[in-house]
């Protein structure tokens, strides 16, 4: 048995090193409640307009699609986490849909930040070899990559399921919360840190780095071409640092704490001063899934021109929208048919 006073020193122990959990609440659910107002309908519009680039056999427009598809189903589990934190890290629900959330959380994450990757590959390898390039380009390659990279994530994510990080239904009702550490856990973070980030980040800036050279040295584009074209390379790789970099950073610190017990125990080193910024850098995680929508823009010009093609039907049919006055209809319904059928013949095959 532990004996009485080694008991005290324990709990006392785990008192002291409990993390704080209500510094940055507020902030913390502010932050997931406006990235869900903009990701949502964003990444809704962007399904659609990449669904149709995929039905037009543009290979591009399969990797966008599939990315939109993660970072939508990424942003459901949004309010999920938004409640656990308002109430004070406090999970309501079962340890199976703690572990579920995490799960369908951290695997379509990462299945977007590779999507992302695949996005500046082909971006690089169309614009550096664009004449090679012609026959290995193909929307079923592209799909099988599509689907290789979901299948392995969604595997490599298994271990979610036996973390104790992930068990809630146990008192405390924490749900992955980075309290107690494990061998399991440390190694998990070592490999999110090197294949989830750092491969990640080595990939897009080799590839974006060739896309602004071969750009710059281009004579083909005009010089607005080539610095939005140059300005999209460095913001892909900036927003990708920003929004990943601070959480990766810190699992590799949490990683390496776990080698020395003995600091952590006498010092309370992650409870008592990076829980605070742990908490802050995976709310901004997030935010990347409500800017991909804008990368996608930008990065397709048939998006482009899908999206101008819609505005400017929506346009049209507001423009011919028949009057509400009856006197007004009865002297103007002739009229307004012939200006109709000329607009549907002006406008291009929409959306």
Same mark, same amino acid.
């Given at each position: #048995?532990?004996?009485?006073?080694?008991?005290?020193?324990?709990?006392?122990?785990l008192i002291l090193c409990e993390p704080p959990y209500?510094?940055?609440?507020?902030?913390?659910?502010?932050?997931?409640?406006?990235?869900?107002?903009?990701?949502?309908?964003?990444?809704?519009?962007?399904?659609?307009?990449?669904?149709?680039?995929?039905?037009?056999?543009?290979?591009?427009?399969?990797?966008?699609?599939?990315?939109?598809?993660?970072?939508?189903?990424?942003?459901?589990?949004?309010?999920?986490?938004?409640?656990?934190?308002?109430?004070?890290?406090?999970?309501?629900?079962?340890?199976?849909?703690?572990?579920?959330?995490?799960?369908?959380?951290?695997?379509?994450?990462?299945?977007?930040?590779?999507?992302?990757?695949?996005?500046?590959?082909?971006?690089?390898?169309?614009?550096?070899?664009?004449?090679?390039?012609?026959?290995?380009?193909?929307?079923?390659?592209a799909f099988l990559v599509t689907l290789t990279i979901?299948?392995?994530?969604?595997?490599?994510?298994?271990?979610?399921?036996? #973390?104790?990080?992930?068990?809630?239904?146990?008192?405390?009702?924490?749900?992955?919360?980075?309290?107690?550490?494990?061998?399991?856990?440390?190694?998990?973070?070592?490999?999110?840190?090197?294949?989830?980030?750092?491969?990640?980040?080595?990939?897009?800036?080799?590839?974006?780095?060739?896309? #602004?050279?071969?750009?710059?040295?281009?004579?083909?584009?005009?010089?607005?071409?080539?610095?939005?074209?140059?300005?999209?390379?460095?913001?892909?790789?900036?927003?990708?640092?920003?929004?990943?970099?601070?959480?990766?950073?810190?699992?590799?610190?949490?990683?390496?704490?776990?080698?020395?017990?003995?600091?952590?125990?006498r010092t309370c080193l992650f409870e008592s001063t990076?829980?605070?910024?742990?908490?802050?850098?995976?709310?901004?995680?997030?935010?990347?899934?409500?800017?991909?929508?804008?990368?996608?823009?930008?990065?397709?010009?048939?998006?482009?021109?899908?999206?101008?093609?819609?505005?400017?039907?929506?346009?049209?049919?507001?423009?011919?929208?028949?009057?509400?006055?009856?006197?007004?209809?009865?002297?103007?319904?002739?009229?307004?048919?012939?200006?109709?059928?000329?607009?549907?013949?002006?406008?291009?095959?929409?959306?």
């Amino acid at each position: #048995m532990v004996p009485t006073d080694a008991m005290s020193l324990i709990n006392t122990s785990l008192i002291l090193c409990e993390p704080p959990y209500d510094e940055g609440r507020m902030p913390l659910v502010l932050l997931y409640s406006a990235v869900l107002a903009v990701g949502l309908p964003a990444n809704l519009l962007t399904v659609y307009l990449t669904w149709l680039q995929v039905r037009r056999k543009n290979v591009l427009g399969v990797y966008l699609w599939s990315m939109s598809l993660c970072d939508l189903t990424y942003l459901c589990t949004l309010p999920l986490w938004a409640w656990y934190v308002s109430a004070g890290h406090w999970w309501l629900w079962s340890s199976a849909a703690c572990k579920l959330t995490g799960y369908v959380f951290f695997t379509n994450m990462y299945s977007s930040i590779f999507l992302l990757c695949c996005v500046s590959c082909d971006r690089y390898v169309a614009v550096v070899y664009s004449v090679e390039s012609r026959g290995l380009r193909q929307q079923r390659l592209a799909f099988l990559v599509t689907l290789t990279i979901v299948l392995l994530v969604a595997v490599g994510h298994i271990p979610v399921f036996i #973390m104790k990080e992930g068990d809630a239904a146990e008192g405390r009702r924490r749900c992955f919360e980075p309290s107690q550490s494990s061998p399991t856990v440390t190694s998990f973070n070592y490999a999110r840190f090197v294949v989830g980030f750092l491969i990640p980040l080595i990939v897009l800036m080799v590839t974006n780095h060739g896309i #602004m050279v071969s750009v710059r040295r281009s004579t083909g584009l005009q010089r607005q071409q080539k610095k939005r074209v140059c300005w999209l390379a460095v913001a892909v790789v900036v927003l990708f640092l920003v929004c990943f970099g601070p959480y990766h950073i810190i699992l590799l610190v949490r990683a390496v704490i776990f080698h020395f017990p003995q600091l952590e125990d006498r010092t309370c080193l992650f409870e008592s001063t990076m829980y605070t910024p742990y908490t802050v850098s995976l709310g901004l995680s997030t935010v990347n899934s409500a800017i991909n929508p804008v990368l996608y823009v930008l990065s397709s010009d048939n998006i482009r021109k899908e999206l101008s093609r819609g505005l400017a039907q929506v346009c049209d049919q507001a423009r011919v929208r028949p009057p509400t006055n009856r006197i007004q209809n009865q002297f103007q319904t002739s009229g307004l048919n012939g200006e109709t059928q000329t607009h549907q013949r002006e406008s291009p095959p929409g959306i």
